[in-house]
């Protein structure tokens, strides 16, 4: 089965940076867009950045810009979140996603555009 798994997330202080891996597993995701979405206690998910199929263009929620960057290893299956001036705002849980049709370039920010995803993992910003 496809399975998604985010790693890479914990503990910082404010200022502080963090990279979030995404491993996938189970289907090939090189010719797909990939994305990052978080989702803060009592509010609900949001889009943080996605990657176009080819690698060519990027995405970000305007919350993010500047400070947060989406890249992707196709050798490896895999796509990152680097995080960098982090504040407590970004704190929540944040997932991985893909689209699993090839070549999709349709939405990238819309959350029901991705049908693949991760579990999520905890990123805390203390003040």
């Known amino acids: 089965q496809v399975q998604l798994v985010e790693s890479g997330g914990g503990l910082v202080q404010a200022g502080g940076s963090l990279r979030l891996s995404c491993a996938a597993s189970?289907?090939?995701?090189?010719?797909?867009?990939m994305g990052w979405f978080r989702q803060a206690p009592g509010k609900e998910r949001e889009f943080v950045a996605s990657i176009s199929w080819n690698g060519y263009s990027t995405y970000y929620a305007d919350s993010v810009k500047g400070r947060f960057t989406i890249s992707r290893d196709n050798a490896k299956n895999a796509w990152y979140l680097q995080m960098n001036s982090l504040k407590p705002e970004d704190t929540a849980v944040y997932s991985c996603?893909?689209?699993?049709?090839?070549?999709?370039?349709?939405?990238?920010?819309?959350?029901?555009?991705?049908?693949?995803w991760g579990q999520g993992t905890q990123v805390t910003v203390s003040s």
């Open positions: 189970g289907r090939t995701f090189s010719r797909h867009v």
């Open positions: 996603a893909a689209n699993s049709r090839a070549y999709y370039t349709g939405n990238y920010y819309r959350e029901s555009e991705y049908d693949c």
